[in-house]
């Protein structure tokens, strides 16, 4: 019998134990029940919870009858958690009326449900209710004491597993609570008590919130910029050639990303003095300051789509990186291609047309927020064999926001609104904000991933997690500015046989059948809202089939994101349809159409014209 075959008879005879002894000696009357309903239906909470020791004899004994007349937990310390924290005063501010329809709350820390049941029977059964609960036997207490299969039916209740990679994706499946409602996050102070890990999940949580409302309220009011440019560059990216075969060829390369925090400063003329043999990689952003510093990096990278990027051309010496590579997102500004003299590569991203299109013909990288994110990914996927960073601070330093020769440098930055303020290392107190806090972790997160060591050239900014932090003089005693004999050489040379190496592509244009669709959609539902109080729930039905038609299409669903969820507002944050809904179907159906029509008219093209286009 296999470890975790074990594991799952032994819970299921525990629980069967439990269930059948008397409630006034261990009541547990609902464990049977809520185990079963989650086993049959495949809930991941139950592999997990099959796969985590847990200790029955605290299930056997910690459960008593408080002073107060409830049942209650007994920690190591003999004292009940809710002795001194009654539930009565603890959750009468965990619901809020306004948008709670369309909102979410995650609670850390089950107790004995005294919380989560709370937030479960004073919102309506659409508000999402997300318990992360990191200690089994808690969780199988709290599943022991209400019957909770009525609210995994419905959908209301979800039970997380407390892993960073399956939370992220439960974060990312709320946009449409972020858009139309309120995610509130509720950490459970009598569940605080028995342990750190509680802190600690909501602390990551709340950053991984934090930094998802950044990422949407990006994609909601600027999606429709990034992916117009994508379509502006489709026929040039086509030409310029792809990425995909330096998936390993960075083996026994040692790589630097040079950021442009004002340390730079400091670490440049260091690293000038010992350059080692290794790739050097940054912004395009960063290159006046490093030509100002006396270094020229192997390659450098661009993803901001707006027209702020073109400032950089105005310190950026021609002949400086007339032979530095750039890779670009495809959703960069168009001009910045035009305008940039050295050679170009493309890199498809996630979110853009290529998301589906092309995942199997090229690679299509998640960017992240944050250019250091991306070199991070890219090298990550070209396989070096360690990794340092220098000049990434994520914070202003006495007064300094970038070093000298950045287009955004400057030398007397003051708090203001919208900073925050950390600790560096010393901890001393340092200026940044939510943008910048929320590009150190995702880069945190990203190392994590790493199967390599990463250095830190520190200087004095946000420490980032993950790294080892060591000085010029260590790195280049110890070879961290060191590879393999000829490996950045021979980098270099894949990285030119990736220019004008992709095929063409066809892909026919459907506009023609999309605005026959939508049209006739346009007239059915002109005839339901001629009758709207009898026809809600025909309503409901076809604009629910039109969620689904214009989501279908891999290469136009990126450019209708926000149609989608414009669309996703009248059949999932909608419960009763008026005569003005109509109009706001009629003006999403237009935008629909405009976008099709582009698209066909600048990616649909024939391989002959993509090669001049």
């Given at each position: 019998?296999?470890?975790?075959?074990?594991?799952?008879?032994?819970?299921?005879?525990?629980?069967?134990?439990?269930?059948?002894?008397?409630?006034?000696?261990?009541?547990?009357?609902?464990?049977?029940?809520?185990?079963?309903?989650?086993?049959?239906?495949?809930?991941?909470?139950?592999?997990?919870?099959?796969?985590?020791?847990?200790?029955?004899?605290?299930?056997?004994?910690?459960?008593?009858?408080?002073?107060?007349?409830?049942?209650?937990?007994?920690?190591?310390?003999?004292?009940?958690?809710?002795?001194?924290?009654?539930?009565?005063?603890?959750?009468?501010?965990?619901?809020?009326?306004?948008?709670?329809?369309?909102?979410?709350?995650?609670?850390?820390?089950?107790?004995?449900?005294?919380?989560?049941?709370?937030?479960?029977?004073?919102?309506?059964?659409?508000?999402?209710?997300?318990?992360?609960?990191?200690?089994?036997?808690?969780?199988l207490a709290c599943l022991g004491q209400t019957d909770y299969r009525p609210f995994f039916e419905r959908k209301k209740l979800h039970v997380m597993i407390p892993?960073?990679?399956?939370?992220?994706?439960?974060?990312?499946?709320?946009?449409?609570?972020?858009?139309?409602?309120?995610?509130?996050?509720?950490?459970?102070?009598?569940?605080?008590?028995?342990?750190?890990?509680?802190?600690?999940?909501?602390?990551?949580?709340?950053?991984?919130?934090?930094?998802?409302?950044?990422?949407?309220?990006?994609?909601?009011?600027?999606?429709?910029?990034?992916?117009?440019?994508?379509?502006?560059?489709?026929?040039?990216?086509?030409?310029?050639?792809?990425?995909?075969?330096?998936?390993?060829?960075?083996?026994?390369?040692?790589?630097?990303?040079?950021?442009?925090?004002?340390?730079?400063?400091?670490?440049?003329?260091?690293?000038?003095?010992?350059?080692?043999?290794?790739?050097?990689?940054?912004?395009?952003?960063?290159?006046?300051?490093?030509?100002?510093?006396?270094?020229?990096?192997?390659?450098?990278?661009?993803?901001?789509?707006?027209?702020?990027?073109?400032?950089?051309?105005?310190?950026?010496?021609?002949?400086?990186?007339?032979?530095?590579?750039?890779?670009?997102?495809?959703?960069?500004?168009?001009?910045?291609?035009?305008?940039?003299?050295?050679?170009t590569l493309p890199l498809w991203t996630v979110g853009g047309v290529g998301t589906y299109v092309l995942k199997e013909r090229d690679l299509v990288l998640d960017?992240?927020?944050?250019?250091?994110?991306?070199?991070?990914?890219?090298?990550?996927?070209?396989?070096?064999?360690?990794?340092?960073?220098?000049?990434?601070?994520?914070?202003?330093?006495?007064?300094?926001?970038?070093?000298?020769?950045?287009?955004?440098?400057?030398?007397?930055?003051?708090?203001?609104?919208?900073?925050?303020?950390?600790?560096?290392?010393?901890?001393?107190?340092?200026?940044?904000?939510?943008?910048?806090?929320?590009?150190?972790?995702?880069?945190?997160?990203?190392?994590?991933?790493?199967?390599?060591?990463?250095?830190?050239?520190?200087?004095?900014?946000?420490?980032?997690?993950?790294?080892?932090?060591?000085?010029?003089?260590?790195?280049?005693?110890?070879?961290?500015?060191?590879?393999?004999?000829?490996?950045?050489?021979?980098?270099?040379?894949?990285?030119?046989?990736?220019?004008?190496?992709?095929?063409?592509?066809?892909?026919?244009?459907?506009?023609?059948?999309?605005?026959?669709?939508?049209?006739?959609?346009?007239?059915?539902?002109?005839?339901?809202?001629?009758?709207?109080?009898?026809?809600?729930?025909?309503?409901?039905?076809?604009?629910?089939?039109?969620?689904?038609?214009?989501?279908?299409?891999?290469?136009?669903?990126?450019?209708?994101?926000?149609?989608?969820?414009?669309?996703?507002?009248?059949?999932?944050?909608?419960?009763?349809?008026?005569?003005?809904?109509?109009?706001?179907?009629?003006?999403?159906?237009?935008?629909?159409?405009?976008?099709?029509?582009?698209?066909?008219?600048?990616?649909?093209?024939?391989?002959?014209?993509?090669?001049?286009?």
């Amino acid at each position: 019998m296999t470890q975790l075959a074990y594991n799952l008879h032994f819970l299921l005879v525990t629980v069967h134990f439990l269930s059948m002894r008397g409630r006034a000696m261990n009541p547990y009357p609902f464990l049977k029940d809520n185990i079963e309903y989650l086993q049959r239906t495949g809930n991941p909470i139950f592999q997990w919870l099959s796969s985590r020791p847990f200790d029955e004899d605290k299930l056997r004994n910690s459960l008593f009858i408080n002073e107060f007349g409830l049942l209650d937990w007994r920690m190591e310390s003999g004292k009940g958690i809710l002795e001194s924290l009654p539930p009565q005063g603890l959750y009468g501010n965990w619901t809020t009326p306004e948008k709670a329809t369309t909102s979410a709350t995650f609670v850390v820390g089950s107790n004995l449900g005294y919380g989560v049941n709370h937030v479960l029977a004073n919102t309506p059964d659409t508000h999402k209710v997300m318990l992360l609960e990191p200690r089994p036997e808690m969780l199988l207490a709290c599943l022991g004491q209400t019957d909770y299969r009525p609210f995994f039916e419905r959908k209301k209740l979800h039970v997380m597993i407390p892993d960073e990679r399956f939370l992220s994706e439960v974060v990312r499946n709320l946009d449409l609570q972020f858009v139309y409602g309120s995610i509130h996050l509720k950490s459970d102070i009598p569940s605080r008590q028995l342990g750190p890990e509680y802190a600690r999940w909501s602390t990551w949580l709340k950053n991984k919130l934090e930094n998802f409302s950044l990422e949407l309220s990006t994609l909601r009011h600027r999606q429709d910029v990034m992916v117009r440019n994508e379509i502006d560059n489709f026929a040039k990216a086509m030409r310029d050639g792809s990425l995909k075969p330096m998936e390993g060829r960075g083996a026994g390369v040692g790589a630097v990303i040079l950021g442009a925090g004002p340390s730079l400063e400091t670490m440049a003329p260091l690293l000038k003095e010992k350059m080692g043999h290794v790739l050097y990689t940054c912004a395009l952003q960063t290159i006046p300051s490093l030509q100002t510093l006396g270094i020229k990096p192997h390659l450098c990278a661009a993803i901001d789509y707006d027209g702020s990027m073109l400032k950089v051309f105005e310190r950026l010496d021609p002949d400086f990186v007339q032979d530095v590579p750039l890779i670009y997102s495809t959703k960069i500004d168009p001009m910045i291609l035009k305008r940039y003299p050295g050679p170009t590569l493309p890199l498809w991203t996630v979110g853009g047309v290529g998301t589906y299109v092309l995942k199997e013909r090229d690679l299509v990288l998640d960017a992240g927020g944050n250019v250091s994110v991306t070199l991070s990914r890219f090298l990550r996927y070209c396989g070096v064999s360690h990794l340092l960073l220098a000049g990434q601070d994520y914070a202003w330093i006495n007064g300094r926001s970038h070093s000298g020769g950045h287009h955004n440098h400057t030398t007397s930055m003051r708090l203001r609104s919208w900073h925050q303020t950390t600790r560096n290392m010393s901890g001393e107190e340092i200026l940044t904000t939510v943008q910048y806090m929320t590009a150190k972790r995702e880069l945190e997160d990203d190392l994590k991933q790493s199967g390599f060591p990463v250095y830190n050239l520190y200087g004095g900014g946000v420490p980032i997690e993950g790294t080892k932090v060591v000085d010029v003089e260590t790195a280049y005693s110890q070879g961290v500015l060191a590879s393999a004999p000829g490996a950045v050489e021979r980098f270099l040379g894949d990285l030119r046989a990736c220019e004008h190496n992709a095929p063409p592509l066809r892909m026919d244009p459907r506009s023609p059948m999309w605005t026959s669709s939508l049209h006739n959609m346009e007239k059915h539902l002109a005839k339901l809202f001629k009758n709207l109080k009898a026809n809600q729930k025909s309503v409901h039905e076809a604009l629910n089939r039109m969620e689904l038609f214009i989501k279908q299409d891999p290469l136009y669903a990126p450019y209708l994101f926000n149609e989608i969820v414009d669309l996703a507002g009248l059949t999932r944050a909608k419960f009763a349809y008026e005569a003005k809904d109509l109009g706001e179907f009629k003006r999403i159906s237009k935008n629909v159409l405009k976008k099709v029509r582009e698209i066909d008219r600048k990616v649909c093209l024939p391989p002959n014209e993509q090669a001049v286009a």
